[in-house]
């Protein structure tokens, strides 16, 4: 897939913009569409496509639903993914439940996905049923799935019927549609449809307060980026040679098989030659090969001892390393996907 670069945007002291681009320079990059990444005072801008194809997929058919109670048997969970989006209720394809405070709908994929996007279809009734029911996705059922991460809240469109949100990749085996007020009402709906792709194979070790798990697809840094934000905290740092030490051994037990060099959260900045960490860790420790030179903007470390780092092309697809833990007091640096301020919209 191509990438054009668009501009570079640099903010001086008093935050007007002056535009530095744009340029004419074609990269061949990952899969995040329209994204600009906020590095300080500079902003870099850039554009590419979206999932795989096998991301298009409907897995919601392959699953099995369940809700907190039913309305008849007119209103069966299953009728939410029986494949049709007929939104007349006497026309037996629509979910209900009884008239009941927090009332929810969930379905448990086959197996953990990263999901894409999610498309529920309203009646052409009761509409505001719809209205302030949000969209969870995850991997606990406590509370019956309801506190897993949240991907969006949804209302009724009086434009559509259908509405499609984006959930970036957010993984998890369990969708729940939950509304959370006391009030007595039904959750009522048509259709669910679920696009996405099994999650990618990892493995994970706790070390000093951290969760690191290193993660079997092969993705370029920008992507890399997004995928440990959407499922994890971030792209890992390494603060000191302990956490060099632990990447070592995470990389010794991997099942499968491993890039050259693993994506971390390293990043140059364009203006010049200091490297940061995209979590806002300070760069107190640095492990760079001596032969590195440091003409790109990414780095990553190696998946083989003596483990050094090295700047790497952006584009090139590799393994890499999220984090989660030990956030408190630390401000990761911004990236946007400009895609993302459109996350729910009329099917």
């Excluded at 801008?45 to 409907?58: D, H, P, Q």
Aim: a negative charge.
């Amino acid at each position: 897939m191509q990438i054009q670069v668009l501009k570079v945007l640099v903010l001086d002291a008093d935050a007007s913009i002056q535009a530095e681009g744009p340029t004419d320079s074609a990269k061949t990059m990952g899969s995040s569409s329209l994204i600009f990444c906020l590095i300080g005072v500079v902003i870099l801008l850039w554009k590419s496509t979206g999932f795989s194809a096998a991301s298009r997929i409907n897995v919601a058919l392959s699953g099995t639903p369940i809700q907190s109670s039913t309305f008849s048997n007119l209103g069966k969970a299953e009728n939410a993914i029986d494949g049709n989006s007929d939104p007349v209720w006497e026309h037996h394809s629509c979910s209900s439940t009884a008239y009941e405070a927090k009332p929810w709908w969930r379905l448990e994929l086959p197996g953990v996905y990263r999901v894409s996007e999610i498309q529920v279809t309203n009646r052409n009734a009761a509409r505001e049923r719809l209205n302030s029911v949000e969209i969870f996705i995850g991997n606990s059922l406590v509370n019956n799935g309801n506190d897993n991460p949240r991907c969006a809240i949804i209302n009724d469109d009086p434009g559509c019927l259908t509405q499609t949100v984006k959930c970036w990749g957010m993984e998890g085996q369990f969708i729940n549609l939950y509304r959370s007020f006391h009030v007595a009402n039904a959750l009522t709906f048509c259709e669910v449809k679920v696009y996405g792709e099994p999650a990618a194979p990892s493995m994970s070790i706790q070390k000093m307060g951290r969760n690191i798990t290193l993660v079997g697809t092969r993705l370029c840094w920008s992507d890399a980026l997004l995928y440990c934000r959407d499922s994890h905290w971030d792209l890992l740092s390494l603060i000191g040679p302990e956490d060099q030490e632990m990447i070592d051994e995470l990389v010794a037990r991997a099942p499968f098989p491993l890039t050259s060099q693993l994506w971390v959260g390293l990043r140059r900045s364009p203006l010049g030659s200091s490297w940061f960490w995209m979590s806002g860790d300070p760069m107190d420790f640095t492990r760079w090969d001596e032969g590195s030179h440091h003409s790109s903007l990414c780095g990553g470390t190696s998946s083989r001892k003596p483990s050094t780092w090295r700047q790497r092309s952006c584009e090139e697809h590799l393994n890499f390393i999220c984090f989660t833990g030990l956030t408190e007091g630390v401000k990761k640096l911004h990236f946007y996907s400009s895609t993302r301020e459109n996350q729910i919209h009329c099917t």
